[in-house]
């Protein structure tokens, strides 16, 4: 499958400021089944690995080797973020989001959620230059890094998400056909909240 997506240019400057977003951040569960449009998915993708205006990425990484790799859930399928063209690459064109859910020990809320952001870490990208000591290391703080963006980005739009580090890695990458070398580390659902 060759399908592409293109997505909206990001928005550089928003109705919220970053104190406010700061403020409005929670975690949140009750997420509607409404869709996102593409815009917001966009948006958040960005937020998480996109090309900022230095032309480096919107979270820091050790060294500039950029070891994470960003996968939407959506549900018309599972696709890859190419964070160099802000588009979004087709892997499959099933709903995969029931599985993600059974695969993240049956948090049904991950099966409602209209976006699941999969963040993924190619450890051997900066092993090759920090060592498989250090290495990992850096890539656990990179992602803390990215899913902040990504939970303040979604408080900046008016959506909840909450972050979810329970989940079965093997999986979560069979069941999104991810190369072997892109290790499942974080899983974001995000929509808008059913409660304010």
């Given at each position: 499958m060759n399908d592409t997506r293109s997505l909206p240019p990001p928005r550089r400057e928003g109705a919220m400021s970053l104190e406010a977003?700061?403020?409005?951040?929670?975690t949140c569960r009750d997420l509607s089944h409404e869709p996102l449009d593409d815009r917001q998915t966009g948006q958040l993708l960005w937020a998480a690995q996109g090309v900022n205006a230095h032309g480096r990425r919107t979270a820091?990484?050790?060294?500039?080797?950029?070891?994470?790799?960003?996968?939407?859930?959506?549900p018309?399928?599972?696709?890859?973020?190419?964070?160099?063209?802000h588009l979004l690459r087709k892997l499959s064109?099933?709903?995969?989001r029931s599985?993600?859910?059974n695969a993240a020990l049956a948090q049904d809320f991950i099966a409602h959620a209209p976006?699941?952001?999969?963040?993924?870490?190619?450890f051997a990208r900066i092993?090759?230059?920090?060592?498989?000591?250090?290495?990992?290391?850096?890539?656990h703080i990179e992602i803390g890094h990215a899913a902040q963006n990504v939970l303040l980005q979604a408080a900046a739009l008016g959506l909840g998400a909450v972050p979810v580090g329970a989940f079965d890695d093997q999986a979560v990458q069979r069941l999104l056909e991810l190369p072997p070398d892109h290790e499942p580390l974080y899983?974001?659902?995000?929509?808008?909240?059913?409660?304010?």
């Open positions: 977003a700061l403020d409005q951040r929670r820091p990484s050790a060294g500039g080797l950029y070891p994470l790799e960003v996968y939407s859930v959506e018309d399928g599972c696709a890859h973020y190419d964070p160099g063209r064109e099933r709903d995969l599985e993600l859910a976006l699941t952001l999969v963040l993924c870490a190619d092993a090759r230059r920090y060592g498989t000591g250090r290495g990992p290391r850096y890539v899983l974001l659902p995000i929509g808008r909240p059913l409660r304010g």
